[in-house]
């Protein structure tokens, strides 16, 4: 008996893991095989660098419909609910006035089935990244509570090629990205950054905007362009965090330290949803309760750094 309660103690204290897949779609040409397979490369990068980050890309023969929804199937199986799961749609996508689907070797994959596959990981943090063409058409059967979704269209009719997926792994190492300059990428931050970079991208060339980024994170299958307190959307998404600083690494910290981080960054969801409550509260019950968590988020802070 006093073993198994060690072993469930054990497993309590385990710091969560951070699991990502990235799904390499068809190229359909070879200059989009090249480059579909050079920005899943750059972002596998990118995710590895994090803390115990738990990253699979499928790619080529290896990411048809059935190998997509065993991998998501295992990973399930193997997650908590305190981890955080990440899924990045590289390619071509479609959509037929009802259906979207992305472009896989053999069958292709509807939003539907992958939110039904998606469905039962039991992370209570999710993202998914969407970054085909037609992409706009999948938030809708995305979208889910707990779950941050973005997509590279406004809707199943923008089918060109987008470049929005460039500009998001540019996201992850560029400091012009980090927002509060807090050393950490919050998914919102990406969406932004992205979003304003591929906007400057079509006029620069002088093109008529063929993509226009959306995110949602409240289950609203309404996504939006501007995510902000007075729409209600952003909240999730800057408590996702992609890419913590090198410095960062928890996996050598001890146990407290480690307890002292997971409550700094607790503490810094908690100042970003009261930010978003403001309209809704008095002057000086918002000023009140802002200072005290600032205070705390100081003090945990000056904790970490003794």
Known sequence: MRACLLLLLASV???????????????????????????????????????????VTLSSSGATKQQVEQTLDKLASEMSASDTFALFLIGHGTFDGIDYKINLPGPDMTAAELAKALNRIPASRQLIVNM?????????????????????????????????????????????????????????????YAERKTAAYFETEKLLATEHPLMTDTANATAVRDPKPENGQGLLAASFILIRPH????????????????????????????????????????????????????????????
């Open 13 to 55: 204290c385990l710091p969560a893991a951070n699991y990502s897949v990235t799904v390499v779609g068809l190229g359909g040409a070879p200059e989009y095989e090249t480059q579909f397979a050079k920005w899943a490369q750059d972002l596998e990068r990118e995710l590895k660098t994090g803390p115990d980050a738990r990253v």
């Open 132 to 192: 085909t063409s037609c992409s706009g058409a999948s938030a809708a059967a995305l979208a889910k509570k707990d779950r941050v979704v973005i997509t590279a269209t406004k809707s199943g009719t923008e089918k060109n090629a987008p470049v929005f997926a460039r500009y998001w792994i540019d996201a992850l190492h560029d400091p012009g990205a980090d927002a509060d300059k807090n050393g950490s990428i919050s998914a919102l931050e990406a969406f932004r």
């Open 247 to 306: 410095g960062e690494s928890t996996k050598a910290l001890s146990a407290e330290k480690q307890r002292l981080v997971a409550k700094k960054e607790e503490l810094e969801a908690k100042i970003d949803r009261l930010k978003y409550e403001k309209a809704a509260m008095e002057e000086a019950q918002y000023k009140q309760q802002l200072t005290a968590l600032l205070f705390e988020l100081a003090r945990t802070q000056a904790e970490i750094d003794r």
